[in-house]
């Protein structure tokens, strides 16, 4: 057993576990144990386990990805405070600056990476467990906690003429056409809800400034080469495989539109139409943590907008005057 094996085993073994979980509960109410829906709907469960054990990491990673949009103008006046300065005490100085600047806001550039980060050993375990099927099969083997029986029910069992183990690249058992048609709609599926979900978050759900830095270059570069390179390596995948992808990230696509719609960032586009669906309502503006003061002067602005397109007549709103 080499070292990545070794690395995976407890994952395989807990990826298999949840998926004969839901097997096993799926048959007991009556579906067909060799029924490639059966097995299907077992690896859509353990997309819905993985994902709700991740919710509080998601909370962490939304925090995360705030807390850098809202020090993007901060991160800009540091790096050109250094602009043209090469020498290593300066980079040295600036990497220091910079680090105490993310402890202050209480947050890091690699936070937002965390959900992808802890699912990519389930993902990769679920790889090696689906492509490992019809070898375990031929083998006499099990795989896992599935035991050989089950490893020979998934290698037969079919989605509209596509065995489940099989891939675009390397086919597999089964009607072959049906492999590529199904194979390629998951694919675009795949990637269609990954660029749509990256999509939406830059177009409602950043600040002018975010959309002005540096790092929004990098982002915008991200929303189409993640696509490609999730869309090229998709070829590869077992056909089991890209129905937890494309699951996984529907799941994300519905998140993000929730804390959209809901827990916008300050100065965005979203937090905009939020202050004035509210104020549309006649419901105060929600202060939004971590918001700047402009953020709440913009939302009163939207709100004292929508009130005076329905003829409101809004409170003049007193300044703090000095003490004399």
Not at 124 to 151: P, W, Y
Request: proline content about 5%; glycine content about 8%; some cysteine.
């Amino acid at each position: 057993m080499d070292f990545f094996e070794t690395l995976m085993f407890p994952f395989k073994w807990l990826v298999s576990i949840i998926m004969v979980g839901f097997h096993e509960g799926l048959s007991a109410i009556g579906m067909p144990e060799a029924s490639g829906w059966t097995w299907t709907l077992s690896i859509i469960g353990l997309v819905l386990v993985i994902r709700a054990a991740l919710i509080p990491v998601f909370v962490k990673q939304i925090k995360a990805q705030r807390g850098m949009q809202l020090l993007q103008p901060d991160l800009k006046k540091l790096q050109d405070k250094y602009k043209g300065k090469t020498d290593q005490l300066s980079r040295q100085a600036m990497a220091q600056e910079q680090m105490a600047m993310y402890k202050k806001h209480g947050t890091n550039p690699f936070s937002a990476c965390l959900p992808m980060l802890i699912q990519m050993p389930f993902f990769f375990a679920l790889f090696t467990v689906l492509s490992g099927i019809s070898t375990a099969r031929d083998k006499g083997e099990g795989i896992g906690a599935m035991s050989h029986q089950q490893v020979t029910q998934f290698d037969e069992s079919t989605i509209f003429g596509a065995t489940l183990s099989a891939s675009l690249l390397h086919g597999g058992e089964g009607n072959q056409v049906a492999v590529w048609i199904l194979s390629i709609i998951m694919i675009l599926a795949m990637t269609a809800s990954q660029f749509i979900t990256q999509k939406q978050i830059m177009a409602k759900n950043m600040s002018e400034e975010a959309m002005a830095s540096p790092f929004m270059r990098q982002q915008k570069m991200m929303l189409y080469i993640l696509p490609v390179v999730f869309g090229v390596g998709g070829i590869n995948f077992p056909i089991g495989v890209l129905i937890y992808w494309t699951t996984t990230n529907l799941w994300t696509m519905g998140q993000q539109f929730f804390v959209i719609r809901r827990m916008p960032t300050p100065g965005s586009p979203a937090a905009k139409a939020l202050a004035e669906r509210r104020a549309a309502k006649g419901l105060p503006a929600l202060p939004i943590l971590g918001g700047k003061k402009a953020d709440a002067e913009t939302e009163a602005a939207a709100a004292a907008a929508v009130a005076q397109a329905k003829g409101q007549r809004i409170q003049p709103q007193r300044k703090n005057r000095k003490k004399k």
